[in-house]
């Protein structure tokens, strides 16, 4: 190994020789490891992935499904999870210290994870705690650190997805009358709302300033909601929804919750990645469909329904950077190394973080 190999390696990253690979040679490689390893390896790819790389995945599906699967497959020695740095983390957690969780590229992280840190949580818990007693339980979106996933875990909460939040919400409110959600607004914002908790019930918890942002009697909250947001959802605006309105009377518009309120509210509906999908498979042929989600999965769906008339809700859409960070030269370097007897860019959460986070994993995937 010369000493651009050995920076290239103890950096993560990806190797030159890679790079400089047909599509050809890079697909061969991929399906010489999937045939060797077979069941010993399995490969989870979330829907906001690459084609490049969804051809590969053995399972699809938003993050619920992807956290249940990884839940239930005992078998695989390797999980190259094809999807973000949280989700590889949540896999982790999830399957047994026999498995090793592997991501493609260790730079995919989640901006949204990235706005709730631990110490911001921390000092914000113990400011919220002296304005309103034990009267609050934490909910963390799995779009979290599994720090943000232990802390929660430790104070008795539970985690959420877009495909869940209702439920859990509701089941939150069973436990404690408030409830602190971490770190989407909009998910958090949209979820009480649909709920029938009014706006003026919902505050805003800075962590930048360290304050509550609330104009109203403290009594009257019951939803703090951190003030995070996913940078590509948060791109979808009021604009979007006119100008389809006004250029497409007939379209329909479809959301993930992750978008702003008032985009969701002109909107026609709103769900999970896989709503999204089984909302446009299960319509009739000749229908139109705008979509407010990311734009790796709006292609695919366009590409899917040719007999459909399919947009994204925002014309200049770009898929989320960092799930585009794994790509097909990244996913065939990780395979290799698998088959190589190396394990690198492993996923590994420390205890007692991963016990605690697991505490939050498992009061949501009982409740299927
Ligand atoms: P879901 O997979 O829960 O729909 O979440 C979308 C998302 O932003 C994943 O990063
Ligand atoms: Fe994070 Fe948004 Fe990208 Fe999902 S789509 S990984 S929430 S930045």
């Avoid at 020789?17 to 040679?25: A, D, H, I, N, Q």
């Avoid at 956290?67 to 078998?75: C, G, H, I, P």
């Avoid at 009480?192 to 609330?214: F, H, K, S």
């Avoid at 959802?233 to 959301?255: C, G, L, S």
Wanted: hydrophobic fraction near 40%; glycine fraction near 4%; charged fraction near 25%.
């Amino acid at each position: 190994m010369n000493i651009f190999q050995i920076a290239e390696k103890q950096a993560s990253i990806l190797p030159e020789k890679y790079r400089l690979m047909s599509v050809k040679e890079l697909e061969d490689r991929a399906r010489e490891i999937k045939n060797r390893f077979g069941n010993r390896l399995f490969i989870p790819g979330h829907h906001y992935q690459k084609d490049e790389v969804i051809q590969f995945a053995d399972a699809t599906g938003d993050s619920l499904k992807l956290a249940q699967l990884s839940q239930e497959n005992t078998e695989a020695e390797y999980i190259v999870f094809c999807g973000v740095h949280f989700m590889a983390e949540t896999a982790d957690i999830l399957t047994s210290p026999r498995q090793k969780v592997i991501l493609p590229d260790m730079r995919a992280g989640c901006s949204m994870a990235d706005m709730a840190d631990i110490s911001q949580t921390e000092r914000a818990w113990t400011k919220l705690q002296n304005m309103f007693g034990d009267t609050m339980l934490p909910l963390t979106y799995v779009n979290s650190t599994a720090a943000i996933k232990a802390f929660v875990g430790r104070h008795g909460g539970a985690t959420v997805t877009s495909s869940n939040a209702e439920k859990m919400v509701s089941w939150a409110f069973e436990q404690k009358p408030r409830i602190l959600f971490l770190p989407d607004q909009h998910l958090g914002r949209n979820t009480a709302y649909n709920l029938g908790i009014a706006l003026r019930e919902m505050a805003v918890w800075n962590p930048i300033t360290d304050q509550l942002e609330y104009e109203g009697d403290l009594e009257d909250i019951k939803v703090i909601l951190w003030k995070g947001h996913c940078s590509v959802h948060e791109n979808f605006t009021i604009q979007n929804v006119q100008e389809v309105r006004e250029q497409y009377p007939d379209m329909k518009i479809i959301v993930h919750p992750e978008c702003r309120r008032e985009v969701v509210e002109l909107s026609d509906m709103a769900g999970s990645t896989n709503f999204i999908i089984d909302a446009i498979e299960h319509s009739e042929p000749g229908s139109s469909w705008a979509i407010g989600t990311e734009m790796n999965l709006v292609k695919r769906i366009i590409a899917l329904h040719q007999d459909k008339k399919i947009i994204s809700l925002n014309p200049h859409m770009c898929p989320c950077l960092t799930m585009n960070r794994i790509d097909l030269p990244h996913l065939v370097w990780s395979l290799e190394a698998i088959g190589e007897g190396e394990s690198q860019n492993l996923v590994q959460v420390e205890e007692p973080t991963a016990a605690y986070a697991k505490l939050a994993l498992d009061r949501m995937l009982e409740r299927p």
